[in-house]
């Protein structure tokens, strides 16, 4: 089983008045993430930088970490990474 880490910028968006997951972008590393998740946050209302551990081979989800939040996040956005 080979682990790898993936950094993801989550963006969210307004719609029909709600906010909801919107694009993801991947960055080559950790800071990468941070500051682009920041840079992002100024021209849409949300964004978190992610760190997202998978089995390489099966795509099985082994654990993500929020590393930043800028703006507006969901209440229950930590909770449905981990499942619950």
């Given at each position: 089983m080979?682990?790898?880490t993936t950094f993801v910028v989550q963006t969210f968006v307004i719609k029909?008045?709600?906010?909801?997951?919107g694009d993801r972008e991947v960055a080559p590393t950790e800071s990468g993430a941070l500051?682009?998740?920041e840079a992002m946050s100024?021209?849409?209302p949300g964004?978190?930088?992610l760190?997202?551990?998978a089995d390489d081979e099966t795509g099985e989800l082994e654990s993500a970490t929020?590393?930043?939040?800028f703006g507006e996040v969901p209440d229950d956005?930590?909770?449905?990474?981990?499942g619950g």
């Amino acid at each position: 089983m080979a682990l790898k880490t993936t950094f993801v910028v989550q963006t969210f968006v307004i719609k029909r008045k709600r906010l909801v997951p919107g694009d993801r972008e991947v960055a080559p590393t950790e800071s990468g993430a941070l500051k682009k998740a920041e840079a992002m946050s100024g021209r849409l209302p949300g964004t978190a930088a992610l760190k997202v551990v998978a089995d390489d081979e099966t795509g099985e989800l082994e654990s993500a970490t929020i590393l930043g939040q800028f703006g507006e996040v969901p209440d229950d956005f930590a909770e449905s990474l981990t499942g619950g």
